[in-house]
Nanobody, 118 residues
Framework: QVHLVESGGGLVQPGGSLRLSCAGSGRPFSMYVMGWYRQAPGAQRELVATITNENTVRYGAPVRGRATISNADARGTVYLQIHNLKPEDTAVYYC????????????WGQGTQVTVSS
């Protein structure tokens, strides 16, 4: 069983920045894709950013150019920074991981609220 623990959400002013962390445990993080999705009220869950164990990154259109995702030195931990936050960035941000051993298995964190408001 894999556990994903998210941290770093909260209230941020427009134009500000935030840093989210996701730490995974429970299985070896050797071959993986990890990252973040978000879901605003009444909207579908959408991609924010993902990164692989080989540091291949992918960004969703709403944050492209404002976000940076990175692997920590410790396997299974990723960081997400978003700059120039906008009210439309308000959402619950979910950590996501898919790990490969004999097959790809998907896992989700419980989510952390990010609110962008003055």
């Amino acid at each position: 069983q894999v556990h994903l623990v998210e941290s770093g959400g909260g209230l941020v002013q427009p134009g500000g920045s935030l840093r989210l962390s996701c730490a995974g445990s429970g299985r070896p993080f050797s071959m993986y894709v990890m990252g973040w999705y978000r879901q605003a009220p009444g909207a579908q869950r959408e991609l924010v950013a993902t990164i692989t164990n080989e540091n291949t990154v992918r960004y969703g259109a709403p944050v492209r150019g404002r976000a940076t995702i990175s692997n920590a030195d410790a396997r299974g931990t990723v960081y997400l920074q978003i700059h120039n936050l906008k009210p439309e960035d308000t959402a619950v941000y979910y950590c996501y991981a898919t790990l490969f051993e004999k097959q790809w298995d998907d896992y989700w964190g419980q989510g952390t609220q990010v609110t962008v408001s003055s």
